[in-house]
T-cell receptor, first 115, second 114 residues
């Protein structure tokens, strides 16, 4: 149980493109989902907390207009990287909790490459 | 949020040996968790230890927590080639309720030599 699916697994696109990443909880309802970013050979950094039916909470230094988060249902959160540039290239990973309790269950991540 | 530190950053051992990784953190916590990440993949949850616990076991894994030193260790016994991965500790801070985002350590890259 507690499976989180993330799609797509890999995106390569031109600078200026907006990219949408989906995070789904397959066998449970997730009122809260989290989005992390990981640069090569580095650790994960929390970007934002996604709450179903309300606005996301962003970590300091993360631009909310750049990284749009929508959590319209109990099983789906989306992250849209708007007008992506090469510096946005990274590994983006989502996670979700069951019943609002730890541990977090992670998706397989999305490798975003902006040319 | 502040990140914890893990040591060693990289560890290479022979199959069958035990591997020990350490993690330190900076704030008061609810729980400390250990995750494994295979190259280019998401994270797999290994074990969660609560702030009022001192030691926990799960199969070949043993985790200790010392809240006075703000540190934790992960021991993998009888290592296997399939244990090759990066290992991260992660903490969630004390808050009013609900699950919080995690603060991750820098990770230990473990290589098991066959």
């Amino acid at each position: 149980g507690a499976v989180v699916s993330q799609h797509p697994s890999r995106v390569i696109c031109k600078s200026g493109t907006s990219v949408k990443i989906e995070c789904r909880s397959l066998d449970f309802q997730a009122t809260t989902m989290f989005w992390y970013r990981q640069f090569p050979k580095q650790s994960l950094m929390l970007m934002a907390t996604s709450n179903e039916g309300s606005k996301a909470t962003y970590e300091q230094g993360v631009e909310k207009d750049k990284f749009l988060i929508n959590h319209a249902s109990l099983t789906l959160s989306t992250l849209t990287v708007t007008s992506a540039h090469p510096e946005d290239s990274s590994f983006y990973i989502c996670s979700a909790t069951q019943g609002g309790r730890q541990p977090q269950h992670f998706g397989d991540g999305t490798r975003l490459s902006i040319l | 949020s502040q990140q914890g530190e893990e040591d060693p950053q990289a560890l290479s051992i022979q199959e069958g040996e035990n591997a020990t990784m350490n993690c330190s953190y900076k704030t008061s916590i609810n729980n400390l968790q250990w995750y494994r990440q295979n190259s280019g993949r998401g994270l797999v949850h290994l074990i969660l230890i609560r702030s009022n616990e001192r030691e926990k076991h799960s199969g070949r894994l043993r985790v200790t927590l010392d809240t006075s030193k703000k540190s934790s260790s992960l021991l993998i016994t009888a290592s296997r080639a399939a244990d090759t991965a990066s290992y991260f500790c992660a903490t969630d801070a004390i808050s009013g309720g609900g699950a919080d985002g995690l603060t991750f350590g820098k990770g230990t890259h473990l290589i098991i030599q066959p």
